[in-house]
């Protein structure tokens, strides 16, 4: 189980967009914890209601259809629905990028049949930007 850093939401495989939306709903269903997500539990639910809204906004774009609210609503239903603009922003940092990049690397590189040049590419742009960011810290 994994939330895929923030700045990749956009550049996901569809497997792992369609993944992350059950992993969501998972985590509205059982309040699920795993050593990859425990972290989520450290902020408020405002910062997972940002994270589900751009996945959600990801996937309409791509016209995936969602068709089902019922375990978010419950689990986000006393829950001030304001964005953040950089949800979990201590722990989604550069390091967490090149973990997350790595892991989607493989992906790449073993031939994920949904994966294409294009979009691994702009990974990649996107992974060097944020490795210069940081060289010049």
Partial sequence: MRLWHVELIDVLPKSQLLA??????????????????????????????????????????????????DKMNRYFEFVEQEQIAHPFAQHHDATYFEICFYNLKEKYIRGQKDYRPEQFEALAARFHAIQQEKDMI
Avoid: C
């Fill in 20 to 69: 992350q939306w059950r992993e969501l709903n998972s985590i509205f269903a059982k309040e699920d914890r795993h050593i990859l997500i425990n972290y989520i539990y450290e902020y408020p639910k405002t910062h997972l209601y940002s994270y589900t809204t751009l996945v959600m906004e990801e996937m309409q774009k791509r016209g995936f259809q969602i068709r089902t609210f």
